[in-house]
């Protein structure tokens, strides 16, 4: 039991970083971005691939994870910004893209680490006397951290302009802002956590695959709805640390459900399923009160 | 200061095309403040937008401070150029607080990884807000969205005299006011250009202020200056005679008669 949840813990963290990365485009921008589906799994290939084949470092790949996740993103960002396309189709048009480029860098389509040096191991290793915990504390740090750097970044004078670009766009070109650039920005910020979330995950569990970032965008949108339905908060600090707490909740009912959910019948691959079916619900809640005050008014 | 040559500008509306500008030349010099009047449709607002750069002219050059600005992009011109609209919601961003707008309008050029606001900016803030006299001082971490109409605009006022702009566009910006707030920032917004010397544009109907206000005032209609008053020809001119130039024009507003009835 304690074990789940230490993992439930983990994977949240670990999820957290790209569900971060989905509140950037989603909250932030307005921009629903689904070039995340394909940018997980790019930081997961580029991670691995480079970790197997090339034997570079697993700390150092994760740096590299983040700089082609943020490139997908810049994609992205040309595509909607340059060509004009709609931001859901430019995002859509990348993570098909990524498909076949992740496939290309990772040469297979599923790549093992069990054989090779992984951040995990290091610190296992390297805290032994920790124990189990030590993973934890490695991953709530390094989440913490990520997050931090995210917190004080749009309290700069940049991330303030990169706030207000998805709040009234108008008035920041007014501003004297290329509000253009400010969301390809925005893109690639979000697309490197998420491909770093990726690189994170794929050492974590010990594999890549190039299906595993099907869904990231509504996982990812399931903890900042989780998240924002239980701190209500225009700080950006409470709105993050709300997130990743989205997150953990999100993975430990996941846990619970793959564990336990046989009782009703639920199987692994209903997942999806029910992931989106309660963003469904948690996105229709709003919109349901709503109408519900105004009924209760008219009475 | 600022110089329109020529500028005409179409819009393809349907099959037809709409003459908006009609070929408007003006010069302005540094300091200038002109009024503008003109019904509906007149082209003001259109005016406005090509100086701007949100809207790129059919025909016709743009210059400011002796550079040919016909195709620079808006965020670029917002260097010298500052807006404001009549819609309060315009100006300002609404999720963010009021300390956020105001750090986001006082930093133009070169903004860098710093902290926005630090323990400085936030006196200068309720310095600000302090001046303005609308309570705002404690409320610098309320986002935007919380304030009324007036508040706002206030804000979007005092966020255009911290950029310092050359040149300022007014179009109809108290309009959507009630008649206190309207006052209040209209007298903000006229004190500022005053101390500051900034070239302004100020779209009206509010003949009343279209007089007491600046040193020339033109009329438009359908996309053209129809009467240009120097600081002196206004002197002698009244709200009544304004009314009588524009029936000469058949120009027929219900908004122009509702404000002078």
């Given amino acids: ?56 470092d697993p700390f150092l790949v994760l740096l590299i994870a983040f700089a082609a996740g943020a490139l997908a993103g810049v994609v992205t960002g040309l595509l909607n910004t340059r060509l004009g396309i709609t931001d859901l189709l430019a995002g859509v048009l990348s993570m098909i893209m990524l498909y076949s480029i992740n496939l290309r860098i990772m040469g297979r389509p599923n790549i093992s680490l069990l054989r090779t040096d992984t951040v995990i191991r290091i610190v296992k290793r390297g805290f032994q006397p920790l124990g189990n915990v030590s993973v934890l504390v490695f991953v709530a740090i390094v989440t913490l951290a990520v997050m931090l750097i995210l917190v004080l970044f749009f309290k700069t004078e940049v991330g303030l302009v990169l706030r207000a670009t998805g709040d009234n766009e108008r008035m920041v070109i007014a501003q004297g802002v290329n509000t253009k650039r400010m969301k390809v920005a925005g893109l690639a910020l979000s697309n490197g956590l998420v491909a770093l979330s990726g690189a994170l995950v794929a050492q974590y569990s010990g594999f890549a695959d190039v299906g595993m970032g099907v869904g990231t965008i509504v996982t990812g949108l399931a903890a900042v709805i989780i998240g924002g339905s239980l701190v209500h908060s225009r700080e ?4 993050a640390t709300s997130i990743l707490i989205g997150s953990l909740l999100y993975r430990t009912a996941v846990m619970f459900a793959l564990r336990y959910g046989y009782v009703i019948g639920f199987q692994a691959s209903d997942l999806k399923l029910v992931t989106s079916l309660i963003v469904i619900i948690a996105l229709f809640i709003p919109a349901f009160r709503e109408r519900m005050a105004k009924r209760v008014k008219t009475c | 200061m600022l110089k329109l ?47 701007a750069g949100t809207v790129l002219p059919t025909v016709g050059r743009v210059i400011v401070k002796d550079r ?33 707008n105001l750090a ?18 936030r006196r200068e803030m309720v310095e600000q807000m302090l ?45 959507a006011l009630d008649p206190a707030n309207a006052t209040k920032v209209s007298l903000l917004t006229q004190e500022f250009v005053e101390r500051m010397g900034v070239t302004t544009i100020m ?38 005679d304004l009314v009588d130039l524009f029936s000469k024009q058949h120009i027929v507003d219900d908004e122009l008669l509702l404000e002078t009835s």
Avoid: C
């Fill in chain 2, 131 to 175: 001046s303005l006299g609308m309570d705002l001082e404690h409320r610098l971490d309320d986002p935007v969205s919380l304030l009324s109409g007036g508040e706002r605009q206030a804000l979007t006022v005092t966020m255009a005299t911290l950029a310092r702009p050359e040149i300022m566009l007014l179009d109809e910006h108290t309009a």
């Fill in chain 1, 236 to 239: 950006v600090v409470w709105m």
């Fill in chain 2, 104 to 121: 986001l309008a006082s930093k133009r050029a070169h903004r860098s990884l710093r902290l926005a606001i630090t323990r400085r900016t």
């Fill in chain 2, 5 to 51: 040559e020529h500028i005409r500008k179409a819009f393809r509306s349907g099959r037809d095309i709409v003459l908006a500008l009609a070929g408007i030349d003006l010069a302005l010099d540094r300091g200038d403040f002109i009024t503008v009047i003109g019904s509906n449709g007149a082209g003001k607002t259109t005016l406005l937008n090509i100086i």
């Fill in chain 1, 1 to 56: 039991m304690a074990l789940i949840l230490i993992h439930a813990t983990e994977q949240g963290l670990l999820y957290g970083i790209a569900a971060l990365g989905v509140f950037i485009t989603y909250r932030i921008l307005n921009f629903p971005d689904l070039t995340v589906d394909g940018s997980f799994v790019t930081g997961a290939a580029i991670a691995s691939s480079l970790l197997v084949t090339y034997g570079f």
């Fill in chain 2, 203 to 240: 779209v009206t109907h509010n003949m009343e202020h279209a007089l007491a206000l600046g040193n020339r005032l033109l009329m438009m209609n359908k996309g053209e200056v129809v009467y240009d008053f120097s600081e002196e020809e206004k002197k002698s001119l009244r709200v009544i």
């Fill in chain 2, 68 to 100: 040919d600005v016909t195709t620079l992009p808006a965020y670029r011109r917002a260097q010298w150029i500052g807006r404001i609209t009549q819609d309060p919601l315009a100006g300002t961003a609404p999720m963010m607080t009021i300390a956020e």
